[in-house]
């Protein structure tokens, strides 16, 4: 499980309070990117097939399912 990003200042001084805020929205940025990417793979790898089946299948000739899926 992915740790939480605390957006609060634990300091007296307001510098090094807005670089911890710039560090964690930089960190936030990064996870959002990691937790996109593993799910656009996911989607990815499940959709490939169906979408290259529906596309022949919307194609002139139309051809049946059979020979889509046939390797001849």
């Known amino acids: 499980m992915a740790s939480r990003v605390s957006?609060?200042?634990k300091g007296?001084?307001?510098k090094s309070s807005k670089a911890s805020e710039e560090r964690?929205?930089?960190q936030c940025l990064k996870e959002w990117s990691t937790w996109a990417m593993k799910r656009a793979k996911v989607v990815t790898h499940y959709g490939f097939i169906?979408?290259?089946i529906i596309?022949?299948?919307n194609s002139e000739p139309k051809p049946h399912l059979s020979q889509l899926l046939s390797p001849v």
């Open 12 to 14: 007296k001084n307001s």
């Open 7 to 9: 957006l609060k200042a």
């Open 50 to 52: 169906p979408l290259v």
């Open 55 to 57: 596309i022949g299948m």
């Open 24 to 26: 964690s929205a930089s």
